[in-house]
């Protein structure tokens, strides 16, 4: 009972238990033996190899992210959705360019061969937000500081003590699963610190309205300019203090988002 609790509780959110990349080897092998023999047995065997992506709490090596892809490309070309086989098949061969299907599985000239074999994608990369300190990111079994905006990809989520906390095949378009950034960890201090000097900045201003005085209590020309003077200062200075402030919430929202 107590190793069961402490798998269950090691497994990444919303995962009844952890699973291994033998475990997920398994679920792959089984999806390939069904392929061509059996629709429903296919599609179940799919599903159950994202769940069980889902729920890896060991790094993915390359070789079974490209298994993945490959498995993925055989589902989208059973439903006839042509594209999404061929990103599919495309990011297969970025990771496993020599890569063939054994001929037991897809015979040579076969549709899916000729799919594959052809399958070619634009190579569009977008840079990915830093991970914070002790955290990282892997897409398709290697460490990833960029994405290919036109293939499917593989990802996982490193925490510091290297277990996967979150981990899927993710499709083109698809959000990746999300870890926390390096930009993150310093947008609530500058949220603090920016909205502090805002307030402090109305403050002085609405002080400085409401202490200006009043020209005829003033009995020389001395005396209205040494107010002036104090009420320019003040005015001034409530203006820098805010505008800082507003400069730092602006710089928080900003770096939040890297």
């Known amino acids: 009972m107590l190793l069961t609790l402490t798998l269950a509780y090691a497994a990444p959110g919303g995962c009844p238990l952890p699973r291994s990349v033998a475990d997920l080897d398994e679920t792959l092998a089984s999806a390939e033996r069904a392929w061509g023999a059996d629709a429903d047995a296919f599609s179940a065997a799919t599903a159950d190899v994202e769940s069980t992506l889902r729920c890896l709490v060991e790094p993915l090596p390359s070789a079974d992210a490209a298994w993945v892809h490959r498995l993925e490309g055989l589902a989208a070309f059973a439903r006839r959705d042509m594209g999404a086989a061929t990103a599919a098949f495309a990011a297969a061969r970025a990771i496993e360019p020599e890569y063939r299907f054994p001929e037991a599985l897809v ?152």
């Open 107 to 258: 015979a040579p000239g076969n549709p899916v061969d000729t799919l594959y074999r052809n399958a070619l994608t634009a190579d569009t990369a977008v840079r990915l937000p830093a991970p914070r300190a002790g955290w990282s990111v892997k897409l398709d079994g290697a460490p990833g500081t960029s994405r290919i905006t036109e293939r499917p990809v593989v990802a996982q989520v490193i925490d510091p003590v290297g277990r996967v906390s979150a981990g899927a095949w993710v499709p083109v378009n698809g959000a990746l699963p999300s870890y926390p950034t390096a930009g993150a960890a310093l947008r609530a201090p500058l949220l603090i610190t920016g909205a502090t000097l805002a307030v402090v900045g109305a403050g002085l201003w609405t002080f400085a309205a409401l202490t200006r005085p009043d020209p005829a209590s003033l009995d020389t020309v001395e005396q209205g300019q040494s107010a002036e003077a104090r009420q320019a200062a003040l005015g001034g200075t409530a203006l820098g203090v805010g505008g800082l402030g507003v400069v730092t919430l602006g710089t928080a929202l900003v770096v939040g988002r890297w």
